[in-house]
């Protein structure tokens, strides 16, 4: 909040004047008073100024006031002419205080909405800074859930803070000067229940903070199960889960109306506990007010004054324990929101780090090891293996043998584990990428995966999605490649079709061609192809094929394929297993000497 340094200034600023001109109206009061209950009738304005001059002047707070003669000379000498003055002076005085109330909200909800906006702007930054691995540990539903529902709470809490709490307590505080202007006897009393107050909306505050940052937790968790059950809605229906989803969205719901239920007793017991302290305190005060006027210490209308203002400032105070109670709650996402700020970002983003050549000569991978937080076994082991630049690779194994995992290191999606003492290398042109600028790196490798994913837009900005310098002929040329220009050429609208979320609106093949086409946009030094082709039908396929043939020369392309199709005209099979790899080389050889390529290649031919 304090890049708005000035904004908050004159928030302050216009707080205090609207708190002024309350304590103001409440000390003019005195004279209207004066009037009205005074022993010999009715006086003006100029009557009563002058007797206060001869009594040494007016008595405000420690101290004697003399009011100038030539003021003393201006006031009416007639009551109606007086209450007219008094009154009109309270009309100036309300609209002030009117004036300078809305700009401070004005002000200070200006202030909340920009804060805001910068936190979840850097929140959503941060999130895709961070290393890939805890996102795919902990899901995205928790990071969605801290930047959409933890900044709306802490929202409220901003709002508690400056445009409620603030306005509130100046107002408050105004009042009770005004009090111990009036007479600060009566008005020092009132303080012994500070303490008592402090107590209370500590302890409460503490129970809500704690409370609410559990049902932000458990929000999030049926944010996840929402996301999840809707955004899979398909498989749901097919297996008939309808059912079983609703039943595990009830039991988190629950979770959260538990949660939720242990705020609602701290907020409801704040309130009733206020108020009978309240109560208490100007029942004694107005005992011990009575005693006195009769004793003739005091004046009946100083005692009616003095509690005008008290209740003025009740008034104004006795809301700040929901205040009090929201900024507690809004303090929990807070922390959460503080935790996600301080998460350690992805390495490579410091802009002082050289940039990468365009990989030239080879690509290699020296001693890595990976094992993802959680896992029993490591997803690599020990790979070392070269590849020249200008071949294409292709890896085959099981499923869960590494494959994705391996060229997930080269776009530096993942950095290789530390084991004993020494850490595994991604090398390219016999450079360890890690030294370099991430961005330099990625600019390098156009990467087409298996689950392909479209974003909410035009297929002409998705096609051109993450490319610089981006031409019509350049785009068309990449969608001739992929083998999408035609079908894109028959949609009602062409390049500026709308797609929807994740390009449902289109078929697999569609979509694969689609991505491919991206990727040959980027006119990437490295293609790394995680099943590209195994969304499109054979005929496809092989047009596709051979399009990131030509595409190809040049440029160092790795392939994951599960299709023996797409293996056979690569220059070397690597086959993977257990996190390992176990044989290289080409098709025969491989055969011959390679178990596991032998039983994969079997399987194939068979179907």
């Known amino acids: ?73 201006r006031l009416p000498d007639s009551q109606s002419a007086s209450l007219a003055l008094i009154m009109a002076g309270l009309f100036v005085l309300t609209v002030f205080g009117a004036f300078t109330t809305f700009m401070q909200q004005f002000l200070s909800l200006n202030i909340v909405n920009r804060t805001m906006t910068n936190i979840r702007r850097e929140a959503f930054h941060k999130v895709l800074r961070r290393p890939l691995k805890e996102i795919v540990i902990g899901g995205p539903s928790d990071a969605i859930a801290r930047i959409m ?56 505050g503490k129970r809500i903070r704690r409370a609410s940052k559990a049902s932000l937790v458990s929000q999030s968790e049926l944010y996840h199960a929402a996301a999840e059950a809707l955004q899979g809605l398909r498989v749901v229906k097919v297996h008939s889960a309808e ?31 206020v108020e009978m302290l309240t109560v208490f305190a100007a029942g004694t005060i107005a005992l011990i007010a009575a005693n006195n006027i009769r004793v003739g210490s005091i004046e009946a209308e100083a005692v009616i004054q003095v509690f005008i203002a008290l209740g003025a400032a009740g008034a104004s105070l006795k809301p700040l324990t929901g205040f009090a109670n929201d900024i507690q709650q809004s303090s929990a996402a807070a922390e959460r929101l503080s935790e996600l700020m301080r998460a350690a970002p992805e390495s490579g983003h410091d802009h002082r780090l050289p940039k990468l050549p365009r990989h030239a000569r080879s690509i290699e991978f020296r001693n890595v090891w990976l ?42 999606l993942f950095d290789p584990d530390v084991v004993d003492g020494r850490r595994g290398l991604v090398l390219i042109d016999d450079q360890d990428i890690s030294r370099f600028a991430v961005r330099s790196v990625r600019r390098q490798v156009g990467v087409v995966t298996q689950e392909t994913v479209l974003f909410k837009g035009t297929i002409r900005s998705n096609i051109a999605y993450g490319a610089e310098n981006v031409t019509e002929e350049l785009m068309i040329e990449a969608a001739r490649k992929s083998r999408a220009h035609d079908f894109i050429e028959k949609l009602p609208q ?40 195994s969304m499109v039908d054979a005929d ?31 220059d070397v099979i690597v086959v993977m297993d257990q996190g390992q790899i176990v044989d290289s080389g080409r098709h025969e050889d491989l055969l011959e000497r390679c ?9 194939q031919m068979r179907g």
């Not at 908050?8 to 109206?25: D, K, M, N, Q, R």
């Not at 007016?58 to 030539?70: A, D, M």
């Not at 029993?376 to 043998?401: M, S």
């Not at 390009?503 to 040959?520: E, K, V």
Request: charged fraction near 20%; include cysteine; charge should be positive.
């Open 1 to 73: 909040m304090l890049r708005y340094r000035s904004l908050v200034v004159w928030t302050i600023v216009t707080a205090f004047l609207a708190a002024g001109s309350l304590g103001v109206g409440l000390v003019a009061i005195a004279p209207i008073l004066k009037s009205l209950l005074g022993e010999g009738g009715a006086e003006d304005l100029h009557t009563l100024a002058a007797r206060a001059n001869a009594g040494g002047g007016l008595n405000l707070y420690f101290t004697q006031v003399r009011i100038p003669e030539w003021v003393v000379d």
């Open 540 to 570: 496809s396929e092989a047009a596709i094929n051979e399009a990131i043939g030509r595409f190809g020369r040049e440029r160092t392309c790795l392939i994951v394929a599960h299709r023996l199709s797409t293996v056979l005209g690569a």
């Open 149 to 204: 529902q933890d900044s709306a709470a802490l929202t409220g809490g901003f709002q508690a803070l400056l445009s409620k709490f603030l306005p509130q307590l100046t107002k408050g505080v105004a009042a009770f000067l005004a009090a111990f202007v009036i007479d600060w006897r009566l008005a020092a009393l009132s303080l012994v229940i500070g303490p008592l107050l402090f107590v209370i909306i500590r302890k409460l």
């Open 371 to 412: 094992t993802y937080p959680g896992a029993e076994k490591p997803a690599l082991r020990d790979v070392n293996f070269r590849i020249d630049h200008g071949r294409t690779v292709a890896f085959v194994g099981p499923n869960g043998c590494g494959k994705t995992t391996l060229l997930s290191l080269i776009p530096r």
């Open 595 to 603: 178990p596991t390529y032998r039983l994969i290649a079997q399987r």
């Open 494 to 533: 062409g390049y500026d079709t709308v797609v929807g979320e994740q390009g449902l609106t289109l078929s697999g093949g569609q979509r694969q061609r689609i991505a491919i086409a991206r990727a040959i946009l980027r006119d990437p030094a490295i293609l790394v192809l995680d099943e590209a082709t």
């Open 243 to 273: 059912r079983y989803e609703a039943g595990r969205f009830h039991r988190l719901n629950k979770a959260v109306l538990r949660e939720n239920n242990r705020v609602r007793t701290a907020r409801a017991l704040a309130s009733p506990l």
